[in-house]
């Protein structure tokens, strides 16, 4: 009996130490450089405490970068289950069977493409004078669209590749979810006259409802790592307009001062507020 | 007279059986694959068809190049020196030798570059990038100056002659600027970055007399520096779609495709403006010194010895070897055969016969003119790219209208920058 007990410990404990190592490590480092004061150039460092994290709050591109983090996840999350469930019912009313696997291999493509694959070529195709995107426009109003290079549509723009990226591909899954839900409620719903719409909306929705919440989960998590993708194509401009706070950070690290113990508080910040706002949601929802 | 003849001629030999006895010590014990960490350059591709040649001359020593773009080759060469030191050489540039060589990331070229290979026929300007603090850190593969480049037949059809002062240059982009029909009299550069937008912008502010700093007190908030601003925003209603976040790719491109009537842009330029395999408007192209009073921005890119991959001096002459190897006169003129006017760096080269057949004698002249009007714009700093990428950002956003007030912008990078001197004390 003891040993049937101490079976899940020893299977649990060289996955749970490599896990310490990988995970464990690096946010203890960065923990522990952020109260320093070290830049790469700069081999050593001292210790300045929580000074590095106050002077976060008075930086305004610190700030800029939450409010352009929470913008992002908010409309990439909200955009990509919008267009995902109304895709994925589209598909399951009017599109036979056929037609549903050839369109959800080809919805299946985009998120198949490397993310700085899709990036360049979204770019290109959004360039005001020979891209492909821009171009019905141009040809109709004889004007350049510039989409990337205007503040007030540079982050809408990036979070529609994203959204295409990603929300054709849960389209496919909330398609494939629908065809596995029982026929007899739709069938009843039927008999008493309700339409389409109330059919999905009373019934096939909150049906769906865990598996629904656990992509939203799986889209906030990979909208927390959209960097590559807004890297490539605005690398945060115009100005600081799409400037998140991973790219903030990187670019504190890396880019420009090389002030990587001001970047590690900011890295170390943002795994604090996930953590806690991702248990928080969890919680709710369960 | 004899007798000292005779003398000059055996230090001679013996200097030379030296140099080859070295070589030869040296290449007995160069066989690990050399990493290079580079940006794209034609003339480094065209290297890797020599392989051979190389693993002969040092002995059984390979070379493997990683290519990043310009401002991730930054970001990596910083992290990659700063940390593991995987690279054996860097490819750096004018804007951050100063850092890499106060940091130690790169030793010093010279004690390592084989003297045979003749550092001092590089262009004196690159030379002059490549040093810092009285030692030069990289061998050239590319640099140079600004040159106004423009389209004939457009100055021509418009009866304007090519602009000699910046106020005809600002009235020659005004008037050529034809949005519906598919012409835009400028392309500059509003990408952030100190090598992007603000490389552009620098040539205007030093030009009109500004100075990054007093002593050791930042003096941004000048005349000049609002001068130099409201000029470049003032251009930007002229410049090309797609210009206002895009660097040298876009404003390059926009001019190649024929869109724009004429702009200033780093050599290199021409010699993809006059290639007809990379340019619409080939047979079309005139170019010129930078209208005055603008100065050239004098830039040089090239190959340093990383210093942390290589631990030993028999390791930093291989890198030393390798770069005296690739920035040869020998690979130049493979450059030269293969129509790389941009990657020619070495005065034998560019005053050679077989360069004046191809590009002809104007080329010549409008480079030699325009390296009278060259200058170091940047701050020569170790923390320059960190000041420089700053004023890139605030830039940007004056550029895309995200912000206003240039004088509001120059105070805040003139605090940025008093804190930025205090921290390096």
């Known amino acids: 009996m003891k040993q049937k007990n101490s079976l899940p410990a020893i299977f649990l404990t060289p996955a749970m130490m490599i896990l310490a190592v990988l995970a464990l490590v690096p946010t203890v480092y960065a923990i522990y450089i ?131 990226q990603w929300g054709l591909f849960f389209s496919v899954i909330v398609l494939k979810l629908l065809q596995t839900l029982p026929p007899q409620p739709f069938e009843a719903a039927r008999l008493d006259h309700a339409r389409t719409w109330e059919t999905y909306t009373h019934i096939a929705i909150p049906m769906l409802k865990a598996p629904l919440i656990s992509l939203a989960f799986v889209k906030m998590i990979e909208s927390l790592r959209a960097f590559d993708l807004i890297y490539v194509m605005t690398r945060g401009g115009p100005g600081i307009t799409t400037e998140t706070l991973d790219m903030y950070a990187f670019s504190q690290g890396f880019i420009e001062s090389g002030r990587i113990s001001y970047a590690s508080s900011m890295a170390v910040l943002m795994m604090i507020a996930t953590s806690i706002v991702f248990t928080f949601i969890w919680k709710r929802v369960q | 007279m004899r007798k000292a003849r005779t003398l000059v001629s055996s230090i001679a030999f013996a200097c030379l059986l030296s140099s080859t006895v070295s070589t030869i010590a040296l290449a007995a014990e160069c066989t690990d694959t050399i990493k290079v960490l580079a940006q794209p350059r034609d003339g480094l591709t065209l290297l890797e068809d020599y392989k051979a040649e190389f693993e002969k001359l040092s002995g059984g020593a390979s070379f493997e190049i990683d290519y990043l773009n310009e401002n991730d080759r930054r970001a990596k060469t910083k992290a990659d020196a700063s940390t593991i030191g995987k690279y054996n050489v860097y490819y750096i540039d004018e804007a951050n030798v100063a850092l890499f060589a106060s940091a130690g990331w790169v030793a010093p070229l010279m004690d390592y570059y084989p003297a045979d290979y003749d550092y001092a026929d590089f262009d004196p300007g690159r030379q002059k990038v490549a040093t810092y603090d009285g030692k030069v850190w990289f061998a050239p593969i590319t640099g140079g100056g600004d040159l106004m480049v423009y389209r004939k037949d457009l100055l021509e059809a418009a009866g304007i002659a090519p602009p000699k002062t910046l106020d005809e240059y600002i009235a020659a982009v005004k008037k050529l600027n034809q949005p519906d029909q598919g012409i835009y009299g400028t392309a500059l550069r509003g990408q952030r970055g100190s090598g992007a937008n603000v490389w552009r912008w620098m040539p205007f502010f030093k030009g009109f007399g500004g100075n990054w700093f007093d002593g050791k007190t930042p003096v941004f908030d000048s005349e000049q520096a609002v001068k130099a601003t409201e000029t470049y925003l003032e251009l930007f209603k002229y410049s090309a779609p797609g210009s206002q976040t895009g660097g040298w790719d876009e404003a390059v491109g926009a001019f190649t495709s024929g869109q724009v009537a004429m702009l200033i842009e780093s050599t290199p330029l021409v010699g993809m403006a006059i290639d007809p395999k990379s340019s619409k408007v080939a047979g079309k192209v005139g170019y010129l010194p930078p209208p005055a009073p603008l100065t050239g921005g004098g830039y040089g890119h090239g190959l340093a010895i990383g210093a942390k991959a290589n631990k030993d001096e028999i390791s930093k002459a291989c890198a030393g070897l390798f770069i005296a190897w690739a920035t040869s006169k020998e690979n130049e003129s493979r450059r030269l055969e293969a129509n790389q006017f941009s990657e020619l760096n070495r005065t034998s080269i560019m005053t050679s016969k077989k360069f004046a057949e191809l590009y002809g004698p104007d080329l010549g002249q409008a480079l030699a003119d325009t390296g009278k009007v060259t200058a170091v714009n940047f701050w020569q700093n170790p923390q320059w790219p960190d000041l420089g990428d700053r004023w890139g950002i605030i830039l940007e956003e004056l550029i895309t209208g995200t912000r206003t007030d240039i004088k509001d912008g120059l105070d805040e990078l003139n605090g940025f920058a008093k804190d930025l001197v205090a921290r390096s004390q």
């Open chain 1, 34 to 164: 952020s109260l320093q004061n070290r830049e790469l150039s700069r081999p050593d460092g001292d210790f300045v405490g929580l000074a590095n994290y106050i002077d976060l709050f008075s930086d305004r591109r610190f700030i800029n970068a939450i409010g352009v983090s929470l913008t992002w996840e908010a409309v990439t999350v909200g955009m990509t289950l919008i267009v995902a469930v109304g895709l994925g019912i589209l598909l399951f009313e009017c599109a036979s069977p056929r037609m549903r696997n050839i369109l959800a291999l080809l919805f299946l493509m985009p998120v198949i493409l490397p993310r700085v694959s899709a990036a360049f070529v979204w770019k290109f195709a959004f360039h005001p004078l020979y891209g492909i995107a821009t171009y019905p426009y141009k040809a109709i109003t004889g004007q350049p669209l510039d989409l990337l290079s205007n503040p007030a549509t540079a982050l809408a723009t990036v979070a529609l590749v994203d959204v295409w």
